[in-house]
């Protein structure tokens, strides 16, 4: 097994959180594997297949809830947060979770192209994109086209990958394969609600 080739893992969140952007930034998705739970390395990968250069801004405490969030930037002013929980020291798995902003890579576009297929009130291109479930809950919402106004606010996660939208006071939520995404298959936005609607 790779993991078992890597030595101990650091102990010290941030520690922890560098030598997985690493991982990522080589390509190394066998490597990153053992740093992360659930579909976190699905999200980093998918949306970009080498992560880049990060440099290191905060790292933040969660005593109660037991995990740390390091939070890195880029050149090009995106962000990524992650989310390292705190275990005995020695264990794999510690990253629950990840948050990028402001980022452009495959499974954001992915879901930014729905939105904007909806946002026109284009339901053919938007059924490429999202399953009809989802596509119909994004028309029930508006009551038709939903409009340009819509930025995306949040993409990530770790057990479930999102992305969120927001325009004015409303919010949409999107949840997403991300694998299916990355990969352009049709139909991998799986769910869409609505809050906040007028």
């Known amino acids: ?5 890597l030595g101990a893992p ?3 969140a941030r520690a ?5 952007l690493a991982a990522w930034a080589a390509g190394k998705r066998d490597v990153a594997k053992c740093y992360t739970a659930y579909a976190t390395d699905a999200i980093l990968f998918g ?7 990060w440099t290191w801004v905060s790292t933040v405490a969660n005593t109660p809830e037991q995990f740390d969030d390091v939070t890195y ?9 992650v989310r390292v929980a705190r275990p005995a ?6 990253v629950t979770g990840v948050q990028m902003t402001g980022t452009t890579g495959r499974i954001s ?7 904007r297929a909806w946002g026109r009130g284009d339901k053919a ?3 490429k994109y999202g399953t009809p479930k989802a596509v119909n809950a994004l028309w029930a919402f508006s009551g038709g086209a939903g409009g340009g106004c819509w930025q995306r606010t949040f993409f990530g996660g770790g057990y479930t990958t999102m992305a969120i939208y927001s325009c004015e006071s409303a919010t949409v939520e999107l949840t997403i394969q991300p694998g299916a995404a990355a990969a352009g298959k049709p139909q991998a936005v799986v769910k869409a609600q609505g809050f906040g609607a007028d």
Do not use: F, H
Request: charged share 25%.
């Open 1 to 5: 097994m790779v993991c078992s080739t």
């Open 10 to 12: 650091p102990k010290a």
């Open 16 to 20: 922890y959180a560098d030598r997985l």
């Open 47 to 53: 949306e970009k297949p080498r992560g880049g250069a």
């Open 73 to 81: 930037r880029n050149a090009a002013g995106e962000r990524i947060q």
């Open 89 to 94: 020291a020695g264990a794999w798995d510690r």
């Open 109 to 115: 576009t992915y879901a930014d192209n729905l939105i």
């Open 125 to 127: 291109a938007a059924l």
